[in-house]
């Protein structure tokens, strides 16, 4: 029997996905399960770590890790209809509780420094005062600002102050606030198509007036924007590295951008979507660092940079709105867990942050070439990938055909949780693909095995 961390992690994968795990039963320990199979500790860790980062195990400190309480499996194995509603949005709505690999978005779990934030935990806990218990202010706690401030002026090219940082409970929260802040409900706003699902739904919900902008090579097309929505009151851009297709906004059409805002008296908010993740650019420059005339409201998040389940994100607000963030975030807001703040704050003023960056910078550019050639290899010229800086997923799109949604979900069907490129779209011009996260791709030969789970069934839709 291989005893690698793949075999352990396989092991429980399927005992919880047969049943023989239930939620709520408790595992064997790290040390324990390591003598037992007579491995180093270091493998049973990571095999916990990437079916804790997947949803199927929790760790609950000194009562040990159990089998997620809450994973919700579904009743037969043998009724696949179910894990594909045929409803766009419910499909992929759902899919982000549902565990497997290739997920969009997801950071490298098995090389967060583990140890490090927990010592960090440690010390914010017993340094906790009295006051600190209170109402956290709705603000943020301000020395997390303060450190987030010069982060964003030292990799990001900004230049704000503290004063000038909201904290929020992530990219939903950031967006609410910003349009219940500045926005009324006759403004027109517009989006990029393709655009970010999750903040599509949310806009959908939110914005009467809604209307997206292409997108092509060079980022979203300014010149449509100024001919069909040049009254438009708000831009929503992912200019660094555009979700989904992953390319950069071109420095002209950042400028011809910046210039729509400015004489329109309208506002741009740059969400930095993986902007810290280029591979051949130390600094990629955000669209705010260009801003000469405070039209750029700036966000972003810590999902990707540390972990998903730390539902901490930040505005950077222009000078003049900062009374108004204010006065909404008082009402609207109830602030962030003060002890989470702490944690995070130190983890940045102590340079962890910076070199956990710096190490995923290369990681990800090593597993993204892996899943590339696993990607050629395995289906030749079905696919195909565009050249890109960085990111934290590629676009395997589709040579010929439009049945991306179907291919879609047969890859769901063996755990491998891709999204289909056609399902971003809004408007017309749709492209065709799967859009697959790496991150968490630990070789090539592992690329290998999880791109050939599906390859039968694939070939046959695809040929």
Known sequence: MKSGYHAIYTRYRDNIARGVLKPGDKVPAIRVLAEELKVARKTVETAYAILIGEGYLVSQGARGTRVNPDLNLPASQNAPAEQATGILPESLISQ???????????????????????LLAGQATRSMRQEEMLSPPVMGWYPLRQAIARYLNISRGLSCTAEQVLITSGYSGSLRLILDTLASRSDKVVFEDPGYFMGQQLLKRIVPRLHTVPVDRFGMDTDYLLRHHRDARFAIVTPSHQSPLAVTLSLPRKQQLLDWATQNNAWIIEDDYDGEFHYTRKVLPSLKSLDSHDRVIFMGTFSKTVMPSLRMGYVVMPASTVAAFTDCADIVTSGQPV??????????????????????????????????????????????????????????FLTKGSDDRDVARIWQQHQLQVNALSEWYRGSGKRYGLVMGYNNVRSYEEALILLRKPLAETLRLLE
């Open 96 to 118: 982000r509780e549902r565990a497997g690999f290739l997920r969009p978005g997801i950071p490298a779990l098995d090389c967060f420094p583990y140890k490090k934030w927990l």
């Open 339 to 396: 002890l989470t703040q702490k944690i995070l704050t130190t983890f940045l003023s102590d340079g962890h942050f910076f070199r956990h960056l710096k190490k995923m910078r290369a990681l990800y550019q090593q597993r993204r070439d892996w899943m590339i050639a696993a990607l050629h290899e395995v289906y030749g010229e079905r696919f195909f990938t565009e050249q890109n800086d960085g990111g934290m997923h590629i676009v395997a």
